[in-house]
């Protein structure tokens, strides 16, 4: 490690590599990535090719980079002294105001409208634990998006990619620590390695949970397969987010059936979504049913978001969703008990395809 880098303890581990507080030049904190590569080019890396080229104050800004040895690399970043919004949203005691939690979402609509539109990028792996939190004592928490190992820069004209793979989901189990069974080699035409994250089947296209329909459908059979993908998969994406937002917990963890992968990929064809609660500021779940919307070409821009959301921060500041399960759902994130009447859980929302 570089010795203007004094590196301290783990404060996270993510789909590309483990993160570490350290202090540089002795007077500035700042987080290093350390990450696993097989090039001898900095430059080439996914990670650090796209944060050299994108500069946004709703992105983690990037420091600088260098060489561990020679299998390994890190990324000098800011640090987010909140860590990752899903710990606020899932696991804190204290739930985020709901202006806190329009606050962050508007943040990361700026950040991805900038990637999109000005940057011409699409991050794949679109998630709360991506997103990183920070703010002073007393003053407001802002939110930037973070790990860009998984981006990629579109076309312009057309923003449309073809991979292939030979994934099988069958007896795959996808989250909260649970084991993978039967993991087929990937022959996707990206570099980083298939694992699983803190409980999450992270693959090379993003994390499950958050995989748009498109994606998730060309990862069902073990034969070859091509498929076809538009940035707007950081649209669906960010649709996963509002509802962790809205409901406090990770998508498709209302059910232990979910568990499985097949489960998750049987809902999204049949145009399935996770279920909600009833009540949330107005505009808000059309819009998050705007955004995971089974058709791609029916998704809204980031910029359109980004204005919605702010529309939606005026109306409703102040108020809150009501939450009938708030209790029930942390206790089954968490897997301590099982919700024991299943009645008050809504109807799964399904996404007309037509």
């Known amino acids: 490690m570089n010795p203007e880098l004094k590196v301290g303890k783990k404060i996270g581990v993510g789909a590309s590599g483990e993160v570490y507080s350290a202090r540089l030049r ?9 990450f696993k590569t097989t090039s001898d080019d900095h430059y080439s890396d996914n990670e650090i090719a796209a944060m050299r080229r994108c500069r946004h104050p709703r992105l983690v800004m990037f420091l600088g980079h260098g060489r561990v040895n020679k299998d390994s690399m890190f990324i000098v970043m800011e640090l987010m002294n909140q860590g990752g919004m899903n710990k606020r949203l899932w696991y804190a005691s204290n739930t985020p105001t709901w202006n806190d939690r329009l606050q962050w979402l508007t943040d990361v609509a700026e950040g991805m409208k900038y990637l999109h539109n000005i940057m011409h990028c699409c991050h794949r792996d679109l998630k709360s634990p991506n997103i990183l939190l920070s703010g002073k004592p007393g003053g407001a928490t802002h939110a930037k998006i973070a790990d860009f190992g998984m981006s990629k820069i579109v076309v312009s004209d057309a923003q449309t990619k073809e991979y292939t793979t030979k994934h099988s989901f069958k007896g795959r189990k996808s989250r909260y620590g649970g084991k993978t069974f039967g993991a087929q080699a990937s022959s996707l035409t990206f570099k980083n390695a298939s694992m699983m994250q803190g409980g999450f089947w992270t693959s090379n296209v993003g994390t499950l949970e958050w995989l748009a329909p498109e994606l998730l459908k060309a990862n069902k059979d073990r034969v070859k397969m091509k498929a076809h993908y538009t940035d707007t998969v950081d649209q669906y994406a960010f649709g996963c987010v509002m ?29 399935l979504r ?41 109306r409703s500041r102040g108020k809150a969703p009501k939450h009938s399960l708030s209790g029930a759902i942390r206790s089954v994130v968490r897997g301590t008990q099982q919700i024991e009447d299943k009645s008050e859980i809504h109807n799964p929302i399904r996404e007309d395809c037509i």
């Open 243 to 271: 509802y962790e937002c809205l409901e406090l917990r990770p998508p498709w963890s209302h059910d232990k059936k979910y568990q499985w992968s097949e489960n998750i990929y049987d809902a999204l064809m049949a145009g």
């Open 26 to 34: 002795g007077s500035l904190d700042v987080a290093a990535k350390v």
């Open 274 to 314: 996770p279920p909600t609660t009833k009540w949330s500021a107005h505009g808000y779940r059309e819009l998050m049913k705007l955004c995971w919307n089974q058709l791609p070409s029916r998704r809204p821009g980031f910029d359109l978001i980004y204005e919605k959301l702010q529309r939606i921060r005026q």
